[in-house]
C-alpha cells in the first residue's frame, strides 16, 4: 500500500510544486522543503482571505444606526 500511495501522490505533489514557482534548488530535499514552506504561506494567505471575506459577508447590508454628536463650542 506505500507505494501505491506515493505512486498517486507523487503526480499530485510536482504539479503543485510547479505551481507554487521555480524550483529552488537542484536537490530534490530542498527543493521539496522550499515547497512545503511555500504552501504554509499559501494556506495562511488563503485562510486570511477566507475570514476577511467572511467578515464582509457577515456585516454585509446590516441597517446601521447613526447617532447625532452635539459638539458645544465655548
Known amino acids: 500500500m506505500g507505494k501505491a500511495?506515493?505512486?498517486l501522490k507523487s503526480p499530485v505533489w510536482n504539479i503543485w510544486a510547479k505551481?507554487?514557482?521555480e524550483k529552488a534548488s537542484l536537490e530534490k530535499r530542498t527543493a521539496d522543503a522550499v515547497a512545503i514552506i511555500r504552501t504554509l504561506i499559501f494556506l495562511s494567505c488563503f485562510t486570511t482571505n477566507l475570514f476577511i471575506i467572511a467578515g464582509v459577508m457577515?456585516?454585509?447590508?446590516?441597517?446601521?444606526e447613526?447617532?447625532?454628536c452635539s459638539y458645544t463650542t465655548k
Open 58 to 64: 457577515r456585516h454585509w447590508d446590516r441597517p446601521t
Open 5 to 7: 500511495r506515493k505512486k
Open 19 to 21: 505551481a507554487l514557482g
Open 66 to 68: 447613526f447617532t447625532s
